[in-house]
């Protein structure tokens, strides 16, 4: 498995005030709400859309290194893999690195044309 699978999907280890971010309850009329604040819980704001609650704020700060991470790395793979496509498409071999870089990928079962 790849290194950034598994940093990725490693378990976060919340103090008491953190986990208290994640609680959620029913309330007397029967809705799921979080315990944080009392709000519904409902899909939650996109990332990149400012604004939202304190609570998904805070979840947003105790999350954002890592998401942030992720975000670098999918986009150095969109970037090689164009590149790779590109180059498959005018009948060349993809370029060294790109190709490096994507075997993980094409290991896991991934195409370069999925």
Known sequence: MPRRFLE???V???HRKELELFEARVDRAGRLVWGADGLPV???T??????????QGAV?????EG??????REALLAGLRARAEEALSRGEEAPADAAA???????EGRSLRA
């Open 8 to 10: 990725e999907g490693r």
């Open 12 to 14: 976060l280890y919340c």
């Open 42 to 44: 409902t899909l939650p």
């Open 46 to 55: 996109p990332w990149e859309q400012p604004g939202g609650t304190a609570r």
């Open 60 to 64: 947003r700060a105790l999350l954002e």
């Open 67 to 72: 998401l942030s991470l992720s975000r670098e």
């Open 101 to 107: 870089l994507l075997a993980p990928l094409v290991r």
